[in-house]
């Protein structure tokens, strides 16, 4: 008679195509009951996946309600999840990458049985057909962001996304413009109809959608106070105004003279439109298009022959101006509106060759105040230090050297301190080589005294502590025969 299970057991039997089916009941993440099948080519295949999925249940791990495919999945993903939670760009973005490249992909794959390796297949696929190494790490992104929220709801226990290796991602360095280019283009844009709108990204290093989306009840003229809490975007077909990027986005900056005199000329250049409160919009008084005030801003640049940059950059050109004034790094990243001030230093704020010439320039002066001045090779015989002839010259060079082997001598075996930047002053005193070289010699010297001085103090503090202690021991000689 064959043997019963126990329940919760499972069964374990051979069919009638020879694979083998394994099948028990376990808790599903919607907290009933449900009775799950396994597969194998052979007996010991299937036992075995028969015991792991007992061994998740006695565990808490809960299965799926349903085996999702990767396509199902991610359209739920888009509807329940982003769509809800996230801004229509991002939204936008995620559902585009899902329509062209995850469900054309990798669609038709179980959700729980995805792997690195084919994962991995299928960005390299993507390499191969041409596709940038920036738009595939996106891909990336947005299927380890769903796979993540698959675990979360413990529809996968893990997300292979996370483990594939793309190439680094070398983002293009960004050149800012300097200060005279800055100012250059704030000159020929002052004619401009948009002036007011080039001088606030200047100024604050406002985004693009920062600066189309500024209405005017954002700009405190009583307080002089300028509030960002809006942008606008093109998001499809639609110009969507909406928050901005991120709650560090929300701010208040100050409303200096330079803007507010601009904003002012524009205001009584510009009727208001009844539709909305926006201050920057075209000439009939609608919002205005990002890409064509892109297109402005590079016409502009272009017809007056000022180096053409991204409009984005110009709040990498605000943050890099407010390094080079020396504004601390915790200011500029309130101003620009950064979750965190390494963005700031990391990403918007650059060095150039001037900043840098002009901080190794400072360490090089610091340097030469305290180094001993030598003749330099470009120095004509008739600027020598001691002499026009090349007797003068070598009788020189050994007065130096006979100098710095003394200091150096001395130095070595010193027990008292010398400061060595009085000697450095002292061979920079204005005067003729000679004298210098007597300055020098007089201060070590000096110093000698001073060591013979210190040595004869501490012999007599000895003898006389001697003395004191042990009256018949004044003559320390004499102490020493005693001792012997």
């Not at 075995?48 to 739920?76: E, R």
């Not at 960002?228 to 969507?240: A, M």
């Not at 105040?369 to 090779?377: A, H, I, Q, S």
Request: with cysteine.
């Amino acid at each position: 008679m064959a043997r019963r299970h126990s329940n919760g057991e499972g069964t374990l039997y051979q069919r009638k195509d020879g694979r083998w089916e394994g099948a028990v009941y376990v808790l599903t993440t919607s907290g009933v009951r449900k009775r799950v099948r396994v597969y194998g080519a052979t007996r010991a295949e299937a036992h075995k996946k028969l015991t792991g999925a007992k061994a998740k249940n006695d565990q808490g791990i809960p299965a799926a309600d349903k085996s999702w495919k990767l396509s199902s999945y991610l359209d739920y993903w888009l509807a329940e999840v982003v769509k809800p939670n996230r801004r229509p760009a991002t939204y936008a973005q995620c559902e585009t990458i899902v329509r062209l490249y995850l469900k054309p992909g990798l669609g038709n794959q179980p959700i729980n049985k995805l792997s690195v390796p084919v994962l991995q297949r299928f960005v390299n696929q993507l390499l191969a057909e041409g596709h940038s190494i920036s738009k595939v790490h996106v891909v990336r992104k947005v299927l380890s962001a769903a796979l993540t929220r698959a675990e979360r709801e413990e529809i996968t226990t893990r997300n292979p996304a996370r483990l594939i290796e793309l190439p680094t991602l070398n983002s293009r360095e960004v050149e800012p413009w300097s200060i005279t280019e800055a100012t250059q283009f704030l000159a020929v844009a002052r004619s401009h109809r948009l002036y007011a709108a080039f001088l606030l990204l200047m100024l604050y290093g406002l985004r693009r959608g920062e600066v189309l989306g500024l209405r005017w009840q954002d700009i405190d003229t009583a307080k002089n106070v300028l509030h960002i809490r809006q942008q606008l975007q093109r998001v499809g077909r639609e110009l969507l105004q909406g928050p901005v990027k991120t709650q560090a986005g929300r701010r208040d900056l100050p409303l200096v003279g330079l803007a507010q005199a601009a904003i002012r000329e524009y205001e009584g250049a510009q009727p208001k439109s009844p539709d909305h409160d926006l201050v920057f919009t075209t000439n009939i008084g609608t919002p205005i298009e990002p890409r064509n005030f892109v297109l402005s801003f590079q016409r502009l640049c272009k017809r007056n022959g000022i180096r053409i940059i991204k409009l984005h950059a110009l709040r990498h050109t605000a943050a890099t101006l407010l390094k080079d004034l020396g504004v601390p790094a915790r200011e500029a990243q309130l101003i620009l509106g950064h979750s965190h001030v390494s963005v700031t230093q990391q990403v918007y704020q650059h060095g150039s060759m001037d900043s840098r010439r002009k901080a190794v320039g400072a360490l090089e002066a610091a340097f030469a105040r305290l180094m001993p001045k030598t003749k330099t090779p470009q120095e004509s015989p008739g600027e020598s230090a001691s002499g026009t002839d090349g007797n003068s010259s070598r009788q020189f060079s050994r007065q130096i050297n006979k100098v710095v082997d003394q200091a150096t001598s001395f130095l070595s075996g010193a027990t008292i301190g010398i400061r060595t930047r009085d000697l450095f002053l002292t061979i920079n005193t204005q005067g003729t080589a000679a004298e210098r070289i007597s300055e020098m010699d007089g201060k070590l010297q000096d110093c000698r005294r001073r060591r013979m001085l210190g040595i004869v103090a501490v012999d007599l503090a000895v003898r006389l502590q001697a003395q004191r202690s042990n009256p018949r021991c004044s003559d320390p000689h004499r102490a020493d025969n005693e001792a012997a």
